[in-house]
């Protein structure tokens, strides 16, 4: 168990009922497929769960844009879910921007692909306030 990361026991958590999802259904299913899936696995663990989560982009004090990102869990995890071959750097820039946009520090890129993999992202708030004056 990850006790020392931001949000490590919830992590640990979502992960393990991706991996189950992922050993139930195996790959090669659609995207919205997994989706669905994970949503219902992750809510029968006892988790509170939002799907396609609206993230709005400021531009000096203007909405400029939006995201609507995959999953978001316990109003404090941001999953981003693929179905590729392999996750790439601009899966990883995706899930990352979302974070940016947000007040959300933790990210989980979950890929149901040929072999499931994830990637765990942090931006933490501080950064985000340095940056933005």
Known sequence: MNTDLKH???????????????????????????????VLALQSVGLTVRS????????RGNQVGHFVADVL?????LLELK??????????????????ATEIEVGLLLNFGEKPEF???????????TRNP
């Not at 396609?52 to 531009?59: E, G, H, K, T």
């Not at 869990?73 to 995890?77: A, L």
């Not at 990637?119 to 306030?129: S, Y």
Request: charged fraction near 30%.
């Open 119 to 129: 990637k765990r992202l942090i931006f933490d708030n501080l950064k985000k306030r």
């Open 83 to 100: 179905a590729a071959r392999t996750l790439d750097s601009s899966h990883r820039a995706q899930l990352l921007n979302y974070l940016r």
């Open 8 to 38: 490590g026991l919830l992590t640990d958590k979502i992960l393990r009922v991706f991996y189950d999802v992922y050993n139930e259904l195996g790959h090669g299913f659609l995207e919205s497929v997994y989706h669905r899936s994970l």
């Open 73 to 77: 869990v316990e109003d404090c995890v």
């Open 52 to 59: 396609r989560v609206d993230i709005p982009v400021w531009f």
